[in-house]
C-alpha cells in the first residue's frame, strides 16, 4: 500500500507535468514515504453513467480500472492530482477519474490532497479556475477530514523544457518533503 498515490493525468511521460509530479515523489520518498504513481491517461475508464446506483451501494456498476484506483485512493493518506491545464482546467481523462470518485465520496475522509499542474497560460491568474475546481471537489467529499493542501503550478510550460525555466521541480520537491503522515 502506497502512502502517497499519484494520480498523473498527462499523455506525454517524461513531460512537464510527469516531471512535476516525479519532483514531488522524490521529496516524499526522502522523507520516508512510498509512493505509487498511476498513468491515468493509459487507464481503462469509462465515463460515469449517472446512474446513482453508487450512492446506495457505494460500489460503481461499471467495472474496469477504476476498481483498483478506487481501493488505493481509499488506502492512501496522501493523494496528488497531477494535470495539464487544458482550457482552463483539467484534462478529459482526470476529469473522467474524477467524475467517477462519485461512487466512493461517502467512504473517502482524513486525505491531504495535492495539486500538480502545468500549462502554456503566461502568469498564475490563469489557474485560477483548476484550482477552485479541485476546492470545490475536496468540498463534494462528503465524509469530512479532507483537505486541499497546496499546489504547485508550472506556468508558462507550454514547451517539454520550460519546467525547468521555473521554479516549480524545487517548489514540488521541498514541499513533499514537508508532509507528515500521521499513522
Not at 117 to 145: H, N
Not at 150 to 168: A, H, M, P, R, V
Amino acid at each position: 500500500m502506497a502512502q502517497v498515490l499519484v494520480l498523473m493525468s498527462s499523455p506525454r511521460k517524461n513531460g512537464n507535468t510527469d516531471r512535476l509530479a516525479n519532483a514531488f515523489i522524490k521529496g516524499v520518498e526522502e522523507n520516508g514515504y512510498s509512493t505509487e504513481k498511476i498513468y491515468v491517461n493509459y487507464q481503462n475508464i469509462k465515463p460515469c453513467l449517472g446512474c446513482n446506483v453508487c450512492q446506495k451501494t457505494n460500489q460503481c456498476v461499471q467495472k474496469d480500472d477504476m476498481q483498483e484506483i478506487y481501493k488505493k485512493m481509499l488506502e492512501a493518506k496522501v493523494i496528488v492530482f497531477a494535470s495539464p491545464v487544458y482550457f482552463y482546467t483539467f484534462n478529459a481523462s482526470m476529469k473522467l477519474l474524477i467524475d467517477r470518485t462519485f461512487a466512493i465520496e461517502k467512504t473517502i475522509h482524513d486525505k491531504d490532497f495535492y495539486l500538480l499542474t502545468t500549462g502554456l497560460a503566461p502568469e498564475e491568474s490563469y489557474f485560477r479556475i483548476i484550482k477552485d475546481t479541485f476546492q470545490k471537489y475536496i468540498d463534494c467529499l462528503r465524509v469530512g477530514g479532507n483537505r486541499f493542501v497546496d499546489s504547485i503550478l508550472g506556468f508558462q510550460t507550454g514547451n517539454k523544457d520550460d519546467l525547468e525555466k521555473t521554479d516549480s521541480i524545487e517548489k514540488a520537491y521541498n514541499i513533499a518533503k514537508e508532509i507528515k503522515i500521521n499513522e
